[in-house]
């Protein structure tokens, strides 16, 4: 079977036409879990639940995909499963991967609010003190404008490395090792293993088509009409993505 990016779409799709009545059903639970997180207070318990079963759903598709020997094979495979087993069987992984990329979350946005932060605060002293001190706070804005830029390339430039590393993810079978799997981002031996041809081919189209779906989704999303399809669309391609990502990981052997 070979591991690219027509092979992942095919996988995603087999798995889905194997089994509607599986994939409509776990569907129909995450729209349902999701929908319940528009609840005051407690409505955050659903968000990050939404969020845990979604990835555990990637999970039991990825592993599957690495036992098969062809994209062919995943309609016996969803024929073969069960909606506990799409959202629980690895929800202990999912949440422990979650855990860790929700940690990491909240540091990339509290640098990008600390950047912002200080941006405001040189703009009320400079609205405080005069035009006498314009020239400094320019040179605030420009060293904390460059910081802004330097932390968004890091996250660029770890996004690289975010496929191969939720590949490994999924090949986890422990809460711990579902946590720890996502701090290969930070390490440099893993980014070794990821700078080869493969690896780049398979992440950059995953990386365009994901982009154009997502735009091509905007707009659908808008009409309550076409609203189902959006839901559907979006769907495959979480499964897409959970075979890109194993895919990616085996390249990242190489």
Same mark, same amino acid.
């Given at each position: 079977m070979q591991k690219n990016n027509i092979t992942a779409i095919k996988a995603a799709w087999n798995f889905f036409k194997g089994n509607y009545a599986l994939n409509f059903g776990v569907l129909a639970i995450l729209i349902v879990v999701s929908l319940l997180g528009a609840i005051p207070i407690v409505g955050m318990l659903f968000v990050l639940a939404y969020s845990i079963l979604s990835l555990s759903v990637q999970i039991y598709f990825g592993k599957a995909l690495l036992q098969v020997k062809s994209e062919e094979e995943m309609i016996e495979v969803a024929q073969?499963?069960?909606?506990?087993?799409?959202?629980?069987?690895y929800l202990h992984v999912a949440a422990g991967a979650f855990l860790a990329l929700f940690l990491l979350s909240l540091l990339f946005m509290a640098l990008m609010m600390m950047v912002m932060g200080m941006n405001m605060h040189m703009d009320m002293q400079t609205m405080q003190n005069g035009i006498a001190m314009e020239q400094e706070m320019a040179a605030g804005f420009m060293a904390n404008?460059?910081?802004?830029?330097?932390?968004?390339?890091?996250?660029?430039?770890?996004?690289? *490395?975010? +496929? &191969?590393?939720?590949?490994?993810?999924?090949?986890? /079978?422990? $809460?711990?090792?579902? =946590?720890?799997?996502?701090?290969?981002? *930070?390490? +440099? &031996?893993?980014?070794?293993?990821?700078?080869?041809? /493969?690896? $780049?081919?398979?992440? =950059?189209?995953w990386s365009l088509i994901v982009l154009g779906v997502f735009m091509l989704l905007i707009p659908l999303s808008l009409s309550i009409i076409l609203l189902p399809l959006v839901l559907v669309i979006a769907y495959l391609v979480s499964l897409y993505n959970a075979g890109v990502y194993v895919f990616s990981s085996e390249h990242a052997k190489v």
């Open positions: 073969n499963s069960r909606i506990g087993d799409l959202l629980i069987q404008g460059a910081l802004g830029l330097v932390i968004l390339l890091i996250g660029a430039f770890l996004f690289y *490395f975010f +496929p &191969g590393v939720m590949g490994e993810v999924i090949r986890s /079978e422990t $809460f711990n090792d579902g =946590f720890k799997k996502v701090f290969l981002l *930070f390490n +440099p &031996g893993y980014w070794k293993r990821c700078f080869n041809k /493969e690896y $780049f081919i398979l992440v =950059f189209i």
